[in-house]
């Protein structure tokens, strides 16, 4: 089993940055595509930014040129991470990260719990 574990939520005001890290723990995995995605209160939940394994990255039209979505691997450990800078109000939402991870020669949907981010006017 590989989990996948959100940090860096919080409370902020507009025009200020978060980074929100997600963690993999669990059993050695590949990577097909790491995603960002988020969920505003009453909305559908929508892809933000996401990472392929060739290292290809695309964004959201409404985050381009704000938002950066990067990969942290060490010897023991990958995080994925979103950089958010100039946040505005309708950033507010809950944010997931999502794995299409080769789990065991399988390919696996891995989500995580979530982090809430909210965005002050």
């Known amino acids: 089993q590989v989990q996948l574990v959100e940090s860096g939520g919080g409370f902020v005001q507009a025009g200020d940055s978060l980074r929100l890290s997600c963690a993999a723990y669990?059993?050695?995995?590949?990577?097909?595509?790491l995603q960002w995605y988020r969920q505003p209160p009453g909305k559908e939940r929508e892809l933000v930014a996401e990472i392929t394994d060739a290292g290809r990255m695309n964004y959201a039209e409404s985050v381009k040129d704000r938002f950066h979505i990067s990969i942290n691997k060490t010897r023991n450990m990958l995080h994925l991470l979103l950089q958010m800078n100039t946040l505005k109000p309708e950033g507010t939402a809950v944010y997931y990260c999502?794995?299409?991870?080769?789990?065991?020669?399988?390919?696996?949907?891995?989500w995580g719990q979530g982090t809430q981010v909210t965005v002050s006017s």
């Open positions: 669990g059993m050695t995995f590949g990577i097909s595509t």
């Open positions: 999502y794995g299409d991870l080769l789990i065991m020669g399988s390919r696996s949907d891995v």
